[in-house]
């Protein structure tokens, strides 16, 4: 860690920017580190991840990585049964029921990829597009706009970190974080923030914690689920 930046494991939510503290103690996160890097022989970038991971759990915090390319997961059929048949539950018999449940209950969700033409990787994308049975079918007006209910009382924060191609510019990172905030928002939560590995690892867990500070979200209730049940929110589409 660089002089000015302390992160106390006996405080895990206490750290200092200058000497002055910034924020106050808050109980341990649950933190979900999704990573859509398709590429095991990608070390530079699975190494920023574990490092993310080490010193938030050093902190006392409770941090996992999902690693998508050892998961099997299929395409979102656009079925909709997730909204009508088997509300909350995916139709394809797949490792997704494992990354909602993470999801739902985690305090921040961080979603992570090396850019490819500009985006996610298609594996993180195609994860991205089946969090629809989190959501409820029906819509509703949010800040003037349609937006589909939330199914559960809880949504966590919404992080993402990337990797840049070796073209990247400042552009196509707007147009990213922009795509990222519309997405966030369409899965009832806020971008906290919006990071590159670039950026020194002290320097985005302290960015982490400022911006869920600022969203005032340092703790987020919510009640562990053991399963997705149907009896959570029922619905008829008639």
């Known amino acids: 860690m660089t002089g000015d930046f302390t992160l106390f494991t006996d405080f895990p939510c206490f750290y200092t920017e ?28 699975e190494e920023y991840l574990m490092e993310y991971q080490n010193k938030f ?4 915090h ?11 997961l299929g395409f979102c059929m656009g079925c909709f049964n997730c909204w009508h ?6 139709s394809i018999d797949d490792d997704i029921k494992h990354i909602h449940q993470a999801v739902i209950n985690a305090d921040l969700v961080v979603w992570s990829s090396p850019l490819v033409k500009g985006f996610f990787t298609s594996l993180l994308k195609k994860v991205q ?4 049975p989190l959501l409820h079918p029906y819509v509703e007006l949010v800040n003037g706009e349609i937006h589909h209910r939330r199914r559960y009382g809880h949504y966590p924060g919404y992080g993402v970190i990337v990797e840049k191609e070796a073209d990247s510019d400042s552009e196509e990172m707007r147009i990213m974080r922009k795509i990222q905030e ?3 928002l ?7 923030f919006f990071l590159t590995t670039e950026t020194p690892v002290s320097e985005a867990i302290r960015e982490t914690i400022r911006s869920i500070r600022a969203n005032g979200a340092l703790r987020l209730k919510c009640e562990p689920m053991a399963e997705p049940a149907l009896t959570l929110y029922t619905c008829s589409l008639n």
Do not use: H, W
């Open 18 to 45: 200058g000497g002055s503290i910034l924020a106050s103690k808050f109980d341990a996160m649950q933190i979900i580190i999704v990573n859509g890097n398709p590429d095991g022989q990608n070390e530079a970038f």
């Open 186 to 192: 369409n899965f009832r939560s806020e971008l906290n």
């Open 57 to 60: 759990s050093a902190a006392g």
């Open 129 to 132: 597009e089946r969090m629809i």
């Open 85 to 90: 048949t088997t509300p909350g539950i995916c």
């Open 182 to 184: 519309r997405y966030a």
């Open 62 to 72: 409770n941090v996992r990585i999902i690693m998508l390319r050892d998961m099997k």
